[in-house]
């Protein structure tokens, strides 16, 4: 009996090793939609963020010409990488031949062949968020120290060489930097301190990128977090406020002042520029209330005027229920709208034509967020 009972807690601690194994990567899956074979966009990548420290995030790819969407793309081609694409993607920028994933808990951003998808090399980062390009050079935020800790230094952008994907300079910003844009050879990145409520940062750091150096920094308001670049020299800088009693607004800033020249007093969450227009949702939480209040705006960048029209025009907007990530064709003009549901089953993708009717709609992996289009 005692060696029966000895084999059976063998056995047993062997099912319990084997269950908490990494999860395995799932394979991929193709979904045929409506071609498009006039297409002047060869199609786009997919980034689904996928849960924290599921190790779930994956790489989907929509070629538009032939209407064929394939999820998990990344496991595909790259069998090789048993633990698929990592911890939370948190942005995919594509410069030249090569597309950039950054991996936010994985403390990665992955290089791929952009034609392919194939992994072709790694730049290692601690706790990195977003990546922008200029010149021949990538440039990621990096909040530093551990997910989580209000005791975290500052962060850091990071300027990397694309030819060799080696870290050139770093330069310190604020607490928890977040998304960046570039105009002329200043680079801004918004602050949040996120990590530390309600000791939010509010400022935007000014980077001179030839001697990469921070020359400034911009007071905004609370817990920043996109900035995105109009064609007049303006940036739009949104603050996600506390969560409380203060809310998101959405800030215009003229980079040959920096200084703040508009206010609008309307929740954004994400926004994507193109041409005159800013396309703009919010899912703002509010924990006195409990629960998101969601809203679509269009903004007239020119004018710098709020649209009387919305972007979804249909009212399939009734159907999505986390709106999470958004980006426009820059030539056939549809929108494209991902909708996280409940952040744990996969998510969909949305496409709307230039007139705001629902062309279609697909489902991802998990959580859906961010697009690189392919020319």
Not at 27 to 51: C, D, H, M, Q, W
Not at 59 to 74: E, H, P
Not at 170 to 175: C, F, N, P
């Amino acid at each position: 009996m005692k060696h029966l009972k000895f084999t059976i807690n063998i056995l047993f601690l062997v099912v319990l090793a084997s269950c908490r194994k990494d999860p395995k990567p799932l394979p991929s899956e193709i979904s045929r939609l409506e071609p498009e074979p006039t297409s002047a966009v060869k199609g786009f990548y997919l980034v689904n963020e996928g849960n924290m420290n599921m190790n779930k995030a994956s790489l989907d790819y929509m070629d538009l010409v032939n209407g064929i969407y394939t999820r998990n793309l990344y496991n595909q081609v790259n069998p090789e990488v048993t633990k698929g694409l990592g911890d939370v993607g948190n942005d995919i920028g594509r410069y030249g031949s090569k597309l950039y994933v950054v991996v936010n808990v994985s403390n990665k951003v992955e290089v791929l062949n952009v034609k392919t998808g194939k992994k072709i090399g790694q730049i290692n980062i601690t706790n990195c968020r977003y990546i922008t390009f200029n010149n021949g050079k990538a440039y990621i935020s990096a909040y530093l120290g551990k997910v989580g800790d209000p005791k975290a230094p500052n962060g850091i952008v990071a300027e990397i060489d694309t030819a060799t994907l080696s870290i050139n300079r770093t330069v310190e910003v604020g607490r928890q930097p977040e998304e960046m844009a570039i105009i002329g050879s200043k680079l801004y990145v918004t602050n949040s301190g996120g990590y530390s409520p309600p000791d939010y940062e509010h400022t935007l750091s000014v980077i001179d990128l030839p001697s990469f150096n921070e020359i400034k920094r911009i007071e905004v308001a609370i817990n920043l977090h996109r900035v995105k670049a109009d064609r007049y020299g303006d940036l739009y800088v949104t603050s996600r406020g506390d969560y409380y009693s203060i809310p998101s607004k959405l800030f215009v800033i003229d980079t040959q002042t920096d200084q703040i020249k508009k206010v609008f007093n309307i929740a954004a969450g994400n926004l994507v520029i193109d041409d005159d227009y800013a396309y703009i949702y919010s899912t703002e939480w509010n924990y006195v209330v409990g629960k998101n209040k969601i809203s679509y705006n269009m903004i007239n960048v020119k004018d710098e005027t709020i649209m009387d029209r919305k972007f979804i025009t249909d009212g399939t907007e009734k159907d999505i229920k986390i709106p999470y990530g958004i980006a426009v064709n820059p030539t056939s003009k549809d929108v494209y709208v991902t909708d996280a549901k409940d952040y744990v089953t996969p998510g969909k993708l949305h496409c709307y034509s230039s007139e705001g009717r629902l062309k279609w709609s697909v489902t991802t992996g998990d959580i859906p967020a961010h697009i690189a289009f392919i020319n």
